[in-house]
């Protein structure tokens, strides 16, 4: 029976226990983990152009897995990946001690961050701003817990309304389908989100546009640029998980 939504509190819930459930198999999926030592090496030059040579201390908020929490600390910064899901930070750790690196995960939500003002010289996110029912509350609350000329990195897509009626033709003739004779597996991972997604403002907004609004609006100075990465995908693996590539994939930098 599908939970009836009647606070802030409910959405969170549902994002929590949706991504509660995809701990185990969330860095399987193209586009979340990273499959090639070349789609690695891209990662770590976007983000060295984004945040510089020098060792910062970064937050990486939505850390879901410690993608790119531990890419960071691979390129020598002090990083704490920071996420609302125990299962997600569960295999983060797990990750980060097979891997033999130096990061600190903790339970946290993006909009209330638990650290004092001017901690953090960076704060990066990936696929993250699509997920809170208060946007501009995190970005304000990111203000407040960077140090002057301190970074936001947003990267993300432009997934919601402006892409949907092309995203459901693929998820019903083609995705659904796949999945279900080679993985033998429920396909309809979104499910749970169609009961939230009114209370979701960026599934709603075009962007990045609304990414830099929000910014913008909270005194940074913005500057975006396309991401490119290169996946090492199957030809079946892309038409399950997303036949587009990387065109409407972005990052926007804030500076304070």
């Known amino acids: ?60 908020v939505g850390c879901g897995t410690g993608v790119i929490a531990l890419l960071l600390a691979e390129l020598g910064h002090n ?6 899901s125990e299962g997600m930070l569960e295999r ?23 650290f004092e003002d001017e901690t953090f010289d960076a704060i990066t ?48 003739l083609v995705s659904i389908p796949l999945i279900l004779i080679t993985e033998r597996k429920n396909p309809s991972r979104g499910r749970h989100y169609k009961q939230i997604e009114p209370h979701l403002p960026m599934r709603h907004r075009k962007r990045p546009e609304a990414d830099i609004e929000i910014l913008k609006d ?11 990465i290169p996946r090492t995908q199957s030809f079946i693996s892309s038409l399950k998980y997303g036949h587009w590539g990387d065109r409407g994939y972005f990052m926007v930098k804030g500076i304070k």
């Open 1 to 60: 029976m599908m939970q009836q939504i009647t606070s802030e509190t409910d959405v969170k819930e549902v994002i929590r226990e949706s991504w509660n459930r995809r701990g185990s198999d969330y860095d399987n999926s193209p586009g979340h983990g990273i499959h090639s030592e070349q789609e690695k090496e891209a990662w770590k030059s976007l983000l060295t152009r984004a945040l510089g040579d020098e060792t910062l201390d970064v937050l990486d």
């Open 79 to 84: 990083v704490t990946g920071m996420d609302f």
């Open 92 to 114: 983060a750790k797990e990750k980060a001690d097979t891997q033999n690196l130096r990061a600190e995960f903790r339970f946290g939500d993006a909009e209330n961050p638990p």
């Open 125 to 172: 996110n990936r696929h993250l701003l699509w997920t809170l029912p208060n946007p501009e509350k995190a970005i304000a609350e990111w203000r407040r817990i960077l140090r002057t000329e301190g970074k936001i990195i947003i990267i993300d897509g432009n997934w919601g309304d402006y892409n949907r009626l092309h995203r459901h033709i693929w998820s019903y």
């Open 218 to 228: 909270h005194g940074f100075g913005v500057d975006v640029t396309d991401v490119r």
